[in-house]
């Protein structure tokens, strides 16, 4: 998540919770006044962003689920959803959330380096590296979109994205990685376009095998 896209989320948090203290006032503190067609509306509106921002699976979606879950009236259950919200906002501004969108990378990534894994168990060595280079390339624009890198060139024509090995000069060039790991990068996407483009005899098994193990130690050093 670029700073940018992280900006944009809080100020739709932000923009969430001022509107709703902004109604509450007619209210005062009497929740019991509080029409249960407002309370709804506010609780869509909380749970469709926190279910956009972290996904279904994230422990504020599921503190959410909780809450609906309970017997309390409506305008106490916005209340309390409007405190995960709260709790987001502050997880973001405070950085928190980096960490759980690494982790989801990092799951995602891997299950592809297990197809990969799977597929060259099974004979498949060019379809492995094939996936194998596509899970590298994904990595390569998580990784250009933490250092806030454009992943895409402009052009008269358009916009179009850009080359793997232009990601990857770039995140070097800006110390997201040494210049060993660049050289590397360069080595597995030559090896993938190979296997791309039919060059199957090009290459082995063997190095196939060790492309996948240092991709999976890559993108492990090298979260995004």
Request: with cysteine.
């Amino acid at each position: 998540m670029s700073k940018i896209e992280n900006e944009q989320l809080i100020m739709q948090l932000s923009d969430i919770l001022d509107t709703i203290n902004e109604d509450a006032k007619e209210y005062g503190s009497d929740l019991n006044k509080v029409p249960p067609f407002v309370s709804h509306k506010y609780i869509a509106i909380s749970r469709a962003a926190i279910l956009r921002i972290t996904g279904l699976n994230s422990p504020y979606c599921q503190q959410v689920n909780e809450i609906l879950a309970t017997k309390e009236y409506d305008a106490v259950k916005m209340v309390q959803i409007l405190g995960v919200v709260s709790a987001l906002r502050y997880d973001l501004a405070a950085g928190y959330m980096k960490t759980a969108e690494e982790l989801i990378h990092g799951e995602l990534f891997s299950d592809f380096l297990d197809m990969a894994s799977y597929l060259l168990e099974e004979g498949y060595k060019d379809a492995a590296a094939v996936i194998c280079g596509a899970s590298l390339e994904s990595h390569l624009k998580q990784l250009a979109k933490k250092c806030d890198i454009n992943t895409y060139i402009s052009a008269e024509s358009g916009t179009r994205p850009k080359k793997a090995d232009s990601l990857n000069s770039e995140l070097a060039r800006a110390t997201s990685y040494s210049v060993l790991d660049q050289k590397n990068v360069t080595a597995w996407l030559d090896l993938r376009n190979k296997a791309a483009h039919g060059s199957y005899d090009s290459y082995t098994k063997d190095q196939v095998v060790l492309m996948i193990a240092g991709i999976r130690d890559f993108i492990t050093r090298n979260t995004a």
